[in-house]
């Protein structure tokens, strides 16, 4: 099998292929292939992964490339992890929001709308050069945030394509710890949309955990999550830590105001991993990687690509796929993140039981701000970006939301094809 990364220069790669040496028996990796513009990031993440994997026993061969066409022939899936205008981009996401009173975030609000606006375009251009040239059974498996909206864009365009994200993962991970249990026996009741989910049960052999996680446990929740443990018990769930940007919105911009973006504590990181990835000596993956965020990417990422192409039968996974009548209370093509099968034709939403009010109008709220935010990223228009502010539940005040899209606009003029030369 051969496996295309676009965004190989990322330093998250290292992660994804660890995954894939330590899961050499069910997934039969011979070949892997990192995309990437950056010619400097591809000579050192390449060798690196290259040493990580001889390291482990596993013999699959990378290589690397600045050409998609090259990069995608023959792939029987391509993984998307890329992001346009790169930590620089991110920075401006992360920070001209607070200048009208809003929270600063690459994958919420105004700035997660900013980086909507540059991915759609870049993704669904090479979405189509895998149709072409990969062949359009070719499966794409997309971990480029924001993760709903692009996935919803691939899936619109008629894209063998499954969205993925590490929160659940993580969060199954975490609480088997608290719980004392072998993380593969937690299912999670999961429910909502990208970077705005609740888990509204906690399964471990058939029975519900939550009750005891909120009881005997609710003051760690609260300090790896950051929200208030009592509103967790109030709302009988534990929402996911981006319910932050919602439910402690002023408080966590009142934070940023006063604290360096997280860009560039990324970047800073990133400068460490290149220069360790660059060490010829080292041959497992670093502490360091941890600090770079997407923990268990790779664990998910490689299930997931294992069911969707060699699995056996169905496989349970938490993705990114279209809701078609799982939320009643939004429209079919909408785009969830809830516990799903998956096996080589891809992914169908698990029954879904009633949705309580308490969430289910946020639910709605971001759909219908993630539709205007699909189309602004599609068509282009200064109205389309201001339109689509306007419906964001952190923004909604149309003066803010007039002036945010001037703003946002202003910081991507490079970025966004329909400004570009204007």
Request: aromatic share 4%; proline share 5%.
């Amino acid at each position: 099998m051969k496996l295309t990364v676009v965004g190989g220069g990322s330093t998250y790669t290292p992660e994804l292929i660890d995954g894939i040496a330590g899961r050499r028996t069910s997934l039969a990796v011979d070949e892997i292939v990192l995309v990437d513009p950056d010619e400097h990031r591809l000579s050192l993440i390449g060798p690196f992964s290259q040493r990580l994997l001889e390291h482990a026993g596993h013999p699959a061969k990378v290589r690397t490339t600045t050409s998609l066409e090259e990069g995608i022939e023959g792939a029987s899936a391509v993984l998307l992890q890329l992001r346009v205008g790169g930590q620089k981009a991110r920075a401006s996401d992360e920070t001209f929001p607070l200048t009208c009173g809003c929270v600063g975030q690459e994958t919420t609000g105004a700035g997660g709308l900013a980086k909507a606006l540059r991915t759609v375009p870049v993704v669904l251009d090479i979405a189509e050069k895998v149709r072409r040239i990969a062949g359009p059974d070719t499966w794409i498996v997309n971990f480029t945030n924001p993760v709903g909206i692009v996935t919803r864009a691939l899936l619109q365009e008629g894209h063998k394509a499954i969205g993925l994200c590490n929160v659940a993962i993580t969060f199954q991970r975490w609480t088997s710890a608290l719980l004392g249990v072998d993380p593969s026996t937690v299912e999670l009741e999961h429910v909502g949309l990208n970077h705005l989910t609740w888990e509204r049960g906690v399964y471990v052999d058939g029975v519900d955990r939550l009750p005891e996680l909120l009881a005997d446990h609710v003051e760690g929740l609260a300090e790896h999550i950051g929200i208030d443990g009592g509103l967790m018990r109030r709302l009988n769930m534990v929402p996911s830590y981006y319910l932050n940007y919602f439910y402690n919105h002023d408080a966590v911009v009142k934070k940023q105001l006063t604290e360096p973006p997280r860009a560039e504590v990324v970047a800073a990181v990133e400068k460490e991993l290149l220069d360790i990835y660059g060490d010829p000596s080292v041959v497992t993956k670093p502490e360091q990687l941890s600090q770079r965020g997407g923990a268990y990417y790779s664990e998910a990422a490689v299930q997931l690509v294992h069911a969707l192409t060699g699995g056996e039968g169905a496989e349970k996974h938490v993705v990114n796929v279209q809701n078609n009548g799982s939320l009643p209370f939004l429209p079919d093509d909408a785009v969830i993140e809830v516990s799903s099968t998956v096996d080589a034709n891809g992914g169908r939403a698990l029954p879904v039981r009633p949705v309580e009010p308490s969430i289910s109008g946020l639910i709605s709220h971001v759909t219908a701000y993630e539709y205007l935010a699909l189309e602004a990223a599609r068509h282009g228009g200064r109205d389309r970006v201001a339109n689509a502010l306007l419906a964001h539940p952190l923004i909604g005040q149309h003066a803010i939301a007039d002036q945010l899209a001037d703003e946002l606009i202003a910081q991507n003029r490079d970025l966004l094809p329909w400004v570009k030369g204007n």
